[in-house]
């Protein structure tokens, strides 16, 4: 039971990160039918609910999965470890910043990131650096361009320090965003930062 509910939200999750975004929906819902008697598996599966919602543009219902996935994950003990123990009230934080950005909210996405960062430890670098460039791609979407440039050299400070192409890609794409505010400082010196890591690389 356990174990089923969880893979049907993992499924959920890895078609989201496919773009195979017409199962997303009724994978979550399997995976909630389920009936996991763990509170971080079913806050897990309610995080998947939420995006498949966005996919179809349904801000209410949205809304109404995240809070009950950040319930869930608020209510459960902590015993460090088992299925679904990284669905922490942080992550569903930054699992609901993606939701905004896609649901074109970018002010939204920018706060919940932050709230995001708040809760993990420093020594989260990866999921920082993620998440800084997350928050730098909706500034830049909010045509914030400074702050948007700030985020980025953050991210990318902790891309080069744990070696991760992937928060490097992100940044990337915040990079891009910003080529309408070139003459900006901060877009300036982004891209001096981007253009040299990828020399070195």
């Known amino acids: 039971m356990e174990f089923t509910a969880y893979a049907f939200a993992r499924m959920a999750q890895r078609a989201r990160d496919a773009a195979d975004q017409d199962r997303v929906l009724g994978l979550a819902r399997a995976a909630e039918r389920a009936g996991s008697i763990r509170e971080q598996v079913r806050a897990f599966a309610a995080v998947q609910r939420a995006h498949g919602h966005t996919v179809e543009g ?12 950040r319930h869930l994950a608020a209510t459960t003990g902590s015993d460090g470890g088992g299925l679904g123990a ?5 992550y569903i934080s930054a699992q ?12 939204a996405a920018v706060r919940c990131f932050g709230e995001a960062l708040d809760a993990w430890p420093e020594t989260y670098r990866r999921e920082r650096g993620r998440y800084l460039a997350r928050t730098a791609v909706a500034h830049a979407t909010a045509d914030e361009p400074e702050l948007a440039a700030a985020a980025a050299l953050a991210a990318l400070n902790l891309a080069n ?11 990337a794409i915040a990079g891009r965003q910003l080529a309408a505010f070139a003459t900006e400082p901060g877009v300036q010196q982004l891209h001096a930062a981007l253009a040299a890591s990828a020399a070195s690389s």
Do not use: N
């Not at 990284?86 to 942080?90: H, K, P, V």
């Not at 609901?96 to 002010?107: A, K, V």
């Open 86 to 90: 990284f669905c922490t009230t942080g």
């Open 161 to 171: 320090l744990t070696r991760s192409a992937r928060i490097q890609r992100e940044v």
């Open 58 to 69: 349904d801000t209410g219902s949205f809304r109404a999965a995240i809070d009950e996935a």
């Open 96 to 107: 609901e910043g993606e939701g905004w950005l896609r649901l074109g909210r970018p002010g």
